[in-house]
Structures are given as C-alpha cells and as structure tokens.
T-cell receptor, first 116, second 110 residues
Framework: GAVVSQHPSWVICKSGTSVKIECRSLDFQATTMFWYRQFPKQSLMLMATSNEGSKATYEQGVEKDKFLINHASLTLSTLTVTSAHPEDSSFYIC????????????FGAGSRLTVL | QKEVEQDPGPLSVPEGAIVSLNCTYSNSAFQYFMWYRQYSRKGPELLMYTYSSGNKEDGRFTAQVDKSSKYISLFIRDSQPSDSATYLCAMTNTGNQFYFGTGTSLTVIP
C-alpha cells in the first residue's frame, strides 16, 4: 500500500530557530500533500494544502510566513517552522493521496516539535 | 452544521465486546469513506476505506456505508486491548479535500 515517510519524528529546538520537517511519498507520486497540526487529545487541524510546483494554500488563521511549505517534487513536501516559539510546540502530521488509486489519504508518522 | 459529525466518546468496553463507531455527514457528494486508527503520539493509520455504499470486511473490522442516510459505521468484533485508540472517520468526493470527524476515543478493558 501507499507509504508516507515523515522526518524527523521528534525535534527539540531553541526559541528563535527554524525547523524543517520532511514528508515523502515512498511508492507513489503525490501531486497534493496536506499538513496538519494536532494538539493533545484534539482532532486534526488542517494547516495547508501543498501542491507540487505551486504555492501552498493555507487555511484561515495559519501564518504563511511562519509555516513555510515547499512542494518541489512529486514525492517531497517540506514544512519549515520559522523563528519558532514555545507556542509552536505541537504534533505536525503530513499526508498524501495517491490519485492513481482510490482517493484515500495516507499519513506520515508525525513530528513532535518542542520549542524551548 | 459541520460536514462530518462523530461522537467523541470516550467509549469504554470489556475485552471481547463488539464495538460500533459511527459518523454522519451532510454532503451527498462524498464517495470515498475512510476509517483511521490513531494511537497516542502517532500519525493516523488507515484501517479501511469504502467507495460509495455497501459493506466491507477485513478480519475483525467491518465498514458500512449508508448513503441514503448519510451514515457510516465501523464495527470491531472481539475487541482487544490493543484496539484502544482514537478512531477517525474521513470522507471525500474528489480527493482534493478531505473532511474528518473529531475522533472517538476507545478503551478496551482486559
């Protein structure tokens, strides 16, 4: 089945630094990838939809300059949290849909970000 | 009205029980229906998906879709402690936008 790899799984950084999270579709091409944020015991919150070769579409209230998304190839999308602050600490999850098959989403394992 | 409604629970059952998880939705255009299982601090894992109406069975899991009632269900037979997790329903029509329930927290007590 479709596999999405996400790295790193856990990252700790100092306030003011930037952190990059990678999301790769391993066995299919993903023209669209989605980035979610999840707080403890809460549901998924869609941050942005990433389209290969074009600018990401951000959900209302998500700062595009804070959360930079790049989808440079059909198998890789990256999320960069710029000038991270403690309130950015969260669980970030990417997902992708293999449009060549059924329209279902496959998720990465998630990345836990802790900003000190 | 939310696109997808799901009872958040929590749901607690004894080991071996049959578990029924449900979602309702408002958009009749949805064609693909998915169930995910999410363990704490992990990404959601696709359990089953169904296209259009009907039933689908995979081991102890059965997914049902009733498009006339806009209602989907996931049944877990012979529930195990390892089934303790949050279960999310999701749906889409084109695959460009996905709509999720809020998730139901399930605990299976040994």
């Amino acid at each position: 089945g479709a596999v999405v790899s996400q790295h790193p799984s856990w990252v700790i950084c100092k306030s003011g630094t930037s952190v990059k999270i990678e999301c790769r579709s391993l066995d299919f091409q993903a023209t669209t990838m989605f980035w979610y944020r999840q707080f403890p015991k809460q549901s998924l919150m869609l941050m942005a939809t990433s389209n290969e070769g074009s600018k990401a579409t951000y959900e209302q209230g998500v700062e595009k300059d804070k959360f930079l998304i790049n989808h440079a190839s059909l198998t890789l999308s990256t999320l960069t949290v710029t000038s991270a602050h403690p309130e950015d600490s969260s669980f970030y999850i990417c997902s992708a849909s293999d449009h060549s098959g059924a329209n279902v989403l496959t998720f990465g394992a998630g990345s836990r970000l802790t900003v000190l | 009205q939310k696109e997808v409604e799901q009872d958040p629970g929590p749901l607690s059952v004894p080991e071996g029980a049959i578990v029924s998880l449900n979602c309702t939705y408002s958009n009749s255009a949805f064609q693909y229906f998915m169930w995910y299982r999410q363990y704490s601090r992990k990404g959601p894992e696709l359990l089953m998906y169904t296209y259009s109406s009907g039933n689908k069975e995979d081991g102890r899991f059965t997914a049902q879709v009733d498009k006339s009632s806009k209602y989907i269900s996931l049944f877990i037979r012979d529930s195990q402690p390892s089934d303790s997790a949050t279960y999310l329903c999701a749906m889409t029509n084109t695959g460009n936008q996905f709509y999720f329930g809020t998730g139901t927290s399930l605990t299976v007590i040994p």
